[in-house]
């Protein structure tokens, strides 16, 4: 489809192991975002990429969370050493262009830590 | 601190009847607001916005005010449908500031 995709839907995982998460935006749009949300909680901003940089990874919580964009396409958010905290839907949405409204959301990987 | 807060975590509403979800919010910088609707493992989608020079927006079945002496939005949906029956979310940002920053949501539910 034209929206944005994201994979896997759910990820299962020990606490301890890295996971990566794929993110594939609407084609065309330069600005791409990713947001964790808990349970019963709003969105929490993470990282932002305009093209393939970063401007912004004040969001980030940890050192044990990176995120990278390759060919102003595709992104993956990697957490490294997975803690059960970490559990969570981790959304990816992009806009036209920076600082572009609306965000157009994916729908999300539910990630789990046992 | 919370900057943008949704002080009602869900709302029973008459299908036919007018469904007003509300949202507060703290930073008088914010000047963009938007209004998401979510279904169970879905992501966020867009609904309406509205820039802080409207007090008003409107959308078929949706409309959304701006009280910015207030520092208050609210989303009408009249009339209200069973597939309105979702989780809402309010989010504001300033137009030089991509970053959106939400509220909790409010969960509403549409009894036929």
């Known amino acids: 489809g034209a929206g944005v995709s994201q994979s896997p839907s759910n990820k299962v995982t020990e606490k301890g192991k890295d996971v990566e998460l794929r993110c594939d935006p609407i084609?065309?749009?330069?600005?791409l975002y990713w947001y964790r949300q808990r349970l019963g909680q709003g969105l929490e901003f993470l990282i932002y990429?305009?093209?393939?940089?970063?401007?912004?990874k004040s969001g980030l919580p940890s050192d044990r969370f990176s995120a990278e964009r390759t060919g102003e396409s595709v992104s993956t958010l990697t957490i490294q050493r997975t803690q059960q905290e970490d559990s969570a839907v981790y959304l990816c949405?992009?806009?036209?262009?920076?600082?572009?409204?609306?965000?157009?959301f994916g729908d999300g990987t539910r990630l789990s830590i046992l | 601190d919370q900057q943008v807060k949704q002080n009602s975590p869900s709302l029973s509403v008459q299908e036919g009847r007018i469904s007003i979800l509300n949202c507060d919010y703290t930073?008088?910088?914010?000047?963009?607001f938007l209004w998401y609707k979510k279904y169970p493992a879905e992501g966020p989608t867009f609904l309406i916005s509205?820039?802080?020079i409207k007090d008003k927006n409107e959308d078929g079945r949706f409309t959304v005010f701006l009280n910015k002496s207030a520092k208050h939005l609210s989303l009408h949906i009249v009339p209200s449908q069973p597939g309105d029956s979702a989780v809402y979310f309010c989010?504001?940002?300033?137009?030089?500031?991509?970053?959106?920053?939400w509220g909790a949501g409010t969960k509403l539910i549409i009894k036929p």
């Open positions: 989010a504001a940002s300033g137009t030089s500031n991509y970053q959106l920053i």
């Open positions: 930073n008088s910088m914010f000047d963009y």
């Open positions: 509205i820039s802080s």
């Open positions: 084609s065309g749009h330069t600005a």
């Open positions: 990429f305009q093209g393939n940089s970063a401007p912004d």
């Open positions: 949405a992009s806009s036209i262009s920076q600082g572009g409204q609306p965000q157009h």
